[in-house]
Protein backbone atom coordinates (compact mmCIF):
# COMPACT_ATOMS: atom_id res chain seq x y z
CA UNK A 1 0.00 0.00 0.00
CA UNK A 2 1.23 3.40 -1.16
CA UNK A 3 2.62 5.54 1.98
CA UNK A 4 3.47 9.29 2.11
CA UNK A 5 5.59 11.01 4.40
CA UNK A 6 5.81 15.45 4.08
CA UNK A 7 9.18 16.81 4.54
CA UNK A 8 10.69 20.40 4.54
CA UNK A 9 8.30 22.29 6.42
CA UNK A 10 9.72 24.94 8.95
CA UNK A 11 9.71 28.53 10.12
CA UNK A 12 10.52 30.75 7.49
CA UNK A 13 10.32 35.12 7.36
CA UNK A 14 7.72 36.80 4.87
CA UNK A 15 9.66 36.83 1.42
CA UNK A 16 11.45 33.56 2.31
CA UNK A 17 11.17 30.48 0.42
CA UNK A 18 10.68 26.49 1.17
CA UNK A 19 10.64 23.31 -0.76
CA UNK A 20 8.33 20.57 0.15
CA UNK A 21 9.04 16.87 -0.08
CA UNK A 22 6.45 14.08 -0.87
CA UNK A 23 8.35 10.91 -0.56
CA UNK A 24 6.48 7.59 -1.15
CA UNK A 25 6.64 3.99 -0.06
CA UNK A 26 4.97 0.78 -1.00
CA UNK A 27 4.66 1.54 -4.19
CA UNK A 28 5.23 3.29 -7.58
CA UNK A 29 4.96 7.11 -7.13
CA UNK A 30 5.01 7.35 -10.62
CA UNK A 31 1.39 6.04 -11.78
CA UNK A 32 -0.29 8.05 -9.21
CA UNK A 33 -1.15 11.72 -9.82
CA UNK A 34 -0.12 14.14 -6.58
CA UNK A 35 -1.60 17.07 -5.21
CA UNK A 36 -0.84 19.34 -2.40
CA UNK A 37 -3.03 20.43 0.46
CA UNK A 38 -3.36 23.05 3.19
CA UNK A 39 -5.02 23.55 6.22
CA UNK A 40 -5.02 26.56 8.73
CA UNK A 41 -6.44 26.53 12.05
CA UNK A 42 -9.86 27.16 11.94
CA UNK A 43 -10.07 26.91 7.93
CA UNK A 44 -10.90 24.32 5.80
CA UNK A 45 -8.40 22.55 3.67
CA UNK A 46 -7.70 23.84 0.42
CA UNK A 47 -5.98 22.50 -2.54
CA UNK A 48 -2.48 24.54 -3.39
CA UNK A 49 -1.42 22.70 -6.61
CA UNK A 50 -1.59 18.64 -7.94
CA UNK A 51 0.40 17.27 -11.02
CA UNK A 52 -0.10 14.47 -13.14
CA UNK A 53 1.22 10.95 -12.91
CA UNK A 54 3.91 11.57 -15.50
CA UNK A 55 4.87 15.38 -14.80
CA UNK A 56 2.98 16.33 -17.47
CA UNK A 57 0.25 18.46 -16.17
CA UNK A 58 -0.59 20.48 -13.32
CA UNK A 59 -2.13 22.83 -11.75
CA UNK A 60 -2.15 25.95 -9.00
CA UNK A 61 -4.40 27.67 -6.93
CA UNK A 62 -4.92 31.62 -7.68
CA UNK A 63 -3.14 32.25 -4.67
CA UNK A 64 -0.14 30.70 -5.23
CA UNK A 65 0.21 30.84 -8.75
CA UNK A 66 3.57 32.37 -10.22
CA UNK A 67 5.31 31.86 -6.32
CA UNK A 68 4.99 27.75 -6.45
CA UNK A 69 6.35 25.16 -8.56
CA UNK A 70 4.97 21.58 -8.46
CA UNK A 71 7.55 19.14 -10.00
CA UNK A 72 8.03 15.45 -9.63
CA UNK A 73 11.55 13.00 -9.92
CA UNK A 74 9.51 9.54 -10.16
CA UNK A 75 12.97 7.94 -9.57
CA UNK A 76 13.33 9.18 -6.68
CA UNK A 77 9.55 8.41 -5.72
CA UNK A 78 9.50 11.77 -4.51
CA UNK A 79 7.28 14.63 -5.71
CA UNK A 80 8.41 18.63 -4.67
CA UNK A 81 6.28 21.81 -4.31
CA UNK A 82 8.86 24.74 -4.10
CA UNK A 83 7.60 27.57 -2.44
CA UNK A 84 8.69 31.00 -3.40
CA UNK A 85 7.67 34.43 -2.03
CA UNK A 86 5.95 33.00 1.06
CA UNK A 87 3.58 34.98 2.69
CA UNK A 88 1.90 34.97 6.26
CA UNK A 89 -1.10 33.55 4.29
CA UNK A 90 0.33 30.25 3.22
CA UNK A 91 0.99 29.32 7.18
CA UNK A 92 -0.63 26.44 7.62
CA UNK A 93 -0.17 22.78 7.78
CA UNK A 94 0.48 21.34 4.28
CA UNK A 95 -0.49 17.90 2.92
CA UNK A 96 0.59 15.69 -0.42
CA UNK A 97 -1.86 13.13 -1.25
CA UNK A 98 -2.19 10.54 -4.39
CA UNK A 99 -4.88 9.61 -6.65
CA UNK A 100 -5.04 6.73 -9.38
CA UNK A 101 -5.69 9.00 -12.35
CA UNK A 102 -9.31 8.18 -14.10
CA UNK A 103 -7.03 9.33 -17.78
CA UNK A 104 -3.31 9.93 -18.45
CA UNK A 105 -2.65 13.24 -18.00
CA UNK A 106 -4.30 14.37 -15.50
CA UNK A 107 -4.55 15.89 -11.77
CA UNK A 108 -7.27 16.58 -9.56
CA UNK A 109 -8.09 20.02 -7.33
CA UNK A 110 -10.39 18.03 -4.94
CA UNK A 111 -9.52 16.10 -1.84
CA UNK A 112 -12.35 13.44 -2.15
CA UNK A 113 -10.26 12.56 -5.29
CA UNK A 114 -7.55 11.33 -3.22
CA UNK A 115 -7.09 7.80 -2.16
CA UNK A 116 -3.97 8.43 0.21
CA UNK A 117 -2.58 11.10 2.36
CA UNK A 118 0.45 12.20 4.20
CA UNK A 119 0.73 13.41 7.50
CA UNK A 120 1.31 16.93 6.81
CA UNK A 121 4.64 19.09 7.59
CA UNK A 122 4.00 22.82 8.83
CA UNK A 123 5.29 25.91 7.43
CA UNK A 124 4.93 29.09 9.11
CA UNK A 125 5.41 32.13 7.91
CA UNK A 126 6.46 34.99 10.35
CA UNK A 127 8.49 38.01 10.59
Known amino acids: QLQLVESGGGLVHPGGALRLSCAAS????????IGWFRQAPGKEREAVSC????????NYADSVKGRFTVSRDNAKNTVYLQMNSLNPEDTSVYYC????????????????????WGQGTQVTVSP
Open 97 to 116: AAAVPRLGNVCYDYDYEYEY
Open 26 to 33: GDLLGLYA
Open 51 to 58: ISSNGGGS
